[in-house]
């Protein structure tokens, strides 16, 4: 191996009961170089940073820094050995100031007390050398996430990190704070840092990275130098040409539209616009997907519907009935059903028995209820009936929704927005994280009640379930439809569309 | 718990084979479980710090027999329900002890539901005690049975008003309602010593260097339902509280609002996903709390104490609002765990001060500690009950990513 490896990772394999998470992956990095690690959801990008930093033991391989075969066990081992890592979701302290985060574990003291002047004085060194732009004695709380992220680096930097792992760093960033970002991996990289950079974001990737190493489904697919790939090329790596799992389904017949949006603007909470003018029509008896990476616009889009975030600008309307500015008890009785993307956190209330939940849109309407008072009976009696039309397994109505597994908890969700009679039903990530009898149940499900007469709004960020449930198929683009597709597409055409690549090539 | 209808369900017995349902059946019985042992822990140390400061395994064990005679409780015994008998009258002042804790258990239980944890019990008892003794006081000659309802409802609105100030906060700006409630405990109390301090508004007309309210006018004075000529008896507050702990179970179980309350302090977001009001809950949760420590204080104040003195009130009784955390902790926050609880604290609390202050085997000067040692025991058990359960829980979090590796809780993407 030639001399300037600072690290090789052979042969990891990584096995979770059921899944093989990392199958043979290889991967190395040389001395002063940016190596992205480029992959879908579940490739195996977190699982083998996660070996590296120490937070899993690989069932197989070795891990070899600077030539030395090295094992962790833990992250402060890894840490001691020159790997930092900044994570996605930040771990600082926001009511004490960057320079006390930056030393937190290794401060210098003065006695037992924290030596300010000496901690303020050697983060300030560290943010002028880096040209970081940060105030060592600025609050956490008071300064911007592109510098909290700054603050991560200095972490890393601090303890004497010399291989620097960052987890989809740009998702957290305004683009201008992502070019400096880049600014700073530059300079880094001239003081002869190593950094591996996570991400799914083609652009950044060939922008930043020296070398690519794309994973798929836990193995290595190649290793190439950023200098000749292309997006294309990089994205057909990335998804491969496996055989599409086609749902059987007739022509879709659509008729009237349910559901129209008009120019809609949506912020987040944190008050970045995340839907930029966003129109399209959903008609009664069709499929329509919504394909895009995770944090383009698509959450900030299904609660604006839901009447679950605020609507900045635009227009909605449920056949025919403005629903913009209505809560989410509006948007229901108008006819929405929603199948949300996080059934745990939203779609369901855990510690609540199975009926409860079925009656959590309509607790307070008769037959459940009259004048305020519960009849919890009826609510057994509908549940009991839903269970055995929707084949929710391992538990009556009395057991708690918490109990089920995944895929009948996705089922009880189901049953109870589809039981509703809904108008329009939106399916978010309506299959994450099941396996593939409840994937093929649902699919099934969702094209019989297109063939009802609904309009179903599917936003997934499985390109393979958008392709083979969709009759028509929307590209959504950092808040706005950059495609729309009815035809045959192959994945490849959405996947570069997806991450803007049609807006890049076109300049 | 939380389940309608009736628990043991024929889905339960048929699921019974799997794990998850074998689970949930073991939580349901450590759900009576947890508490006792941590009580019966709880009696076991405090035993043991009895026998060590006593030097005397013998003198501990007399000390629980002192405590357990003190509350009245070897009355079933020699029932009487004449109060001139020692045990007969210990026991009506630990029931008159209970009546209280119910209902101020029944407070922080109705919070914890809504996921709040309402620490202003004490003042909302407050603002319930003034209240009922300024109407008490004021209206002196309806008709009794008006009188008593007036300043019953006025009382228990007044403190649903006072907590709900809290609730709207939180609401609103999202202060957090221990804080809120903790400073609004002391806003009520400072208001009350100024309205019953000399020359304040409502003290008494007879002597005005004395910082004490008028009595309570005779039509406004529970009846006792057990009593007896120059003792103060059981007052059919006792009943009341009853009530009110069917009250809460109807309440939370088996109306739209119960069922919003549950589901917000379950998880707010999918409360919110279902088209639930949160912000309207919180307000009203908050308020229903205080509604029930504010009864608890009209109570007191028509069939207990019948004035008010500042600094003078029975420390038992000045920290009600308090205790009444712990005993909603201890019964789990349903309604018939805080009624168990508060019979306990309520049986703790009046026997060990009465039955411990006048042992003939312990020093009196040691007799007011060990009482609150042996209660900060079981409040600590409590703590450590929930805590338990905490660890019991996380772990159960942590296990989970692991199992489904393929699904990282971030989703990175395509």
Request: aromatic share 6%.
């Given at each position: ?28 990095v ?17 699982t083998l ?18 030539g ?85 680096i ?6 004497n ?12 960033l ?5 070019s ?27 922008e ?33 040409r ?39 029509d ?22 604006a ?62 037959p ?18 839903l ?17 089920l ?13 589809i ?9 978010a ?26 309009a ?37 055409e959405?996947?570069?569309?997806m ?7 076109a300049? | ?13 048929a ?52 405590i ?65 003794n ?5 209206f ?36 957090h ?41 005779s ?21 009341i ?26 998880n ?9 009001n ?25 069939g ?40 306990l ?70």
């Open positions: 191996m030639s001399d300037d490896l600072v690290l090789e990772m052979r042969n990891i394999r990584k096995e979770f009961p059921g899944v093989v998470a990392n199958d043979g992956v290889s991967f190395d040389r001395r002063g170089e940016v190596h992205a690690l480029l992959g879908e959801n579940g490739a195996g990008k977190s940073m996660n070996i590296l930093y120490g937070l899993y033991r690989p069932d197989g391989g070795e891990i070899r820094l600077a030395k075969s090295v094992s962790f066990s833990s992250a402060r081992e890894a840490i001691q050995s020159g790997i930092g890592m900044v994570h996605q979701h930040f771990m600082l302290v926001p009511v004490m100031t960057v320079a006390e985060n930056v030393v937190l574990g290794s401060e210098p003291r003065s006695g037992v007390l924290l030596d300010e002047r000496v901690a303020e004085k050697r983060v300030a060194d560290m943010a002028k050398t880096f040209r970081f732009a940060v105030d060592p004695g600025a609050r956490i709380e008071d300064i911007t996430v592109g510098q909290q992220q700054r603050v991560e200095m972490k890393a930097l601090y303890r990190a010399d291989i620097l792992i960052l987890d989809e760093p740009t998702a957290v305004t683009p201008q704070e992502a400096d970002l880049f600014e700073i991996l530059r300079t880094l990289q001239r003081e002869g840092l190593s950094i591996i950079f996570i991400s799914h974001k083609l652009n950044e990737v060939l930043i990275a020296d070398r690519i190493t794309v994973l798929r489904r836990g193995k290595t697919i190649e290793t190439v130098p950023s200098e000749g790939a292309t997006e294309a090329s990089l994205a057909r790596a990335m998804v491969g496996e055989v599409l799992l086609r749902v059987d389904k007739e022509p879709a017949q659509p008729t009237d539209v349910l559901l129209e949006v008009r120019d809609l603007h949506v912020r987040d909470d944190r008050g970045i616009e995340k839907v930029r003018g966003v129109s399209f959903v008609r009664a008896g069709e499929i329509v997907g919504i394909a895009g990476v995770d944090g383009n616009g698509q959450t900030e889009l299904i609660d519907l839901a009447g679950l975030q605020k609507i900045e600008s635009g227009t909605v309307e449920i056949a025919g009935h403005a629903l913009t500015h209505a809560s989410a008890r509006a948007a229901l009785d108008a006819g929405i059903g929603h199948i949300p993307e996080d059934r745990q956190r939203r779609g369901l209330v855990l510690e609540f028995s199975i009926a409860e939940n079925i009656a959590l849109h309509d607790y307070a309407k008769p459940d209820a009259k004048w305020g008072w519960l009849f919890p009976k009826r609510m057994v009696q509908r549940a009991r009936t269970i055995r039309e929707f084949d929710v397994r391992g538990g009556g109505p009395f057991t708690r929704a918490g109990g597994s995944g895929g009948n908890q996705q089922k009880l969700v189901a049953a109870r927005e039981a509703r009679d809904p108008s329009v039903l939106i399916a990530q309506p299959t994450r994280g099941l396996d593939v009898g409840a994937i093929e149940y649902l699919h099934r499900r969702l094209v019989a009640e297109r063939d009802e007469g609904r179903i709004l599917l936003v997934s960020l499985e390109l393979e379930e958008i392709l083979s449930l969709s009759d028509r198929i929307l590209v959504i683009y950092e808040g706005r439809i950059v495609g729309e597709h009815t035809g045959d597409i192959t994945e490849e959405i996947g570069l569309e991450l803007g690549g049609r807006e890049t090539a300049a | 718990m939380t389940d309608p209808g009736p628990s043991p369900s024929p889905e339960q017995a699921a019974a084979g799997t794990l998850a349902a074998r689970i949930a059946l073991k939580q349901r019985a450590g759900g009576i479980l947890v508490p006792v042992v941590t009580v019966v822990f709880a009696l076991v140390m405090s035993g043991i710090v009895l026998a060590a400061t006593q030097h005397s395994v013998h003198t501990a064990l007399v000390a629980f027999q002192e357990f005679d003190g509350a009245g409780l070897n009355w079933i015994f020699h029932p009487t329900t004449n109060l001139i008998d020692i045990s007969a009258y210990n026991l009506s002042q630990t029931l008159l002890q209970t009546t209280t804790l119910i209902l101020t258990g029944l407070s922080v239980a109705f919070a914890f539901r809504c996921g709040m944890f309402n620490i202003g019990g004490q003042g909302q008892y407050f603002v319930g005690l003034v209240v009922a300024w109407l008490g006081v004021d002196a000659g309806m008709n009794p049975f008006a009188h008593i309802l007036l300043c019953i409802v006025a009382g228990t609105l007044a403190a649903a008003a006072w907590a709900g100030i809290a609730g709207v906060l939180k609401a609103t700006v999202g202060a309602e221990v804080i809120s409630t903790i400073m609004l405990n002391w806003i009520a109390f400072w208001v009350a010593s100024w309205l019953f301090g000399a020359g304040g508004p409502l003290q008494n007309s007879t002597q005005p260097t004395v910082p004490v309210s008028n009595q309570v006018s039509s406004a004075r529970l009846p006792d339902f057990w009593g007896a000529q120059g003792f103060q008896g059981v007052h059919v507050g006792l009943f509280a009853l009530a009110a702990v069917v009250v809460f179970w109807v309440l939370l179980n088996r109306t739209t609002l119960g069922y919003e309350v549950r589901a917000v302090g379950f707010p977001d999918a409360a919110a996903y279902g088209g639930i949160v912000k309207k809950n919180l307000v009203r949760a908050m308020a229903i709390s205080g509604a029930f420590a504010g009864l608890a204080g009209a109570l007191d104040m028509l207990g104490t019948t004035n008010y003195q500042f600094g003078q009130l029975d420390i038992p009784f000045s920290q009600v609002g308090f205790i009444g955390i712990a005993v909603a902790l201890l019964g789990r926050n349903t309604a018939l765990g805080t009624l168990f609880g508060a019979l604290f309520g049986s703790l609390l009046y026997g060990s001060f009465h039955g411990l202050g006048s042992s003939a085997v312990i020093q009196p000067e040691l007799a007011g500690n060990l009482t609150y040692i042996i209660q900060g025991l079981i409040v600590l058990f409590i703590g450590a009950d929930v805590l338990i359960l905490y660890v019991w829980n996380s772990r159960k979090k942590l296990r989970r990513p692991p199992a489904n590796p393929a699904q990282p809780a971030k989703a990175t993407a395509a």
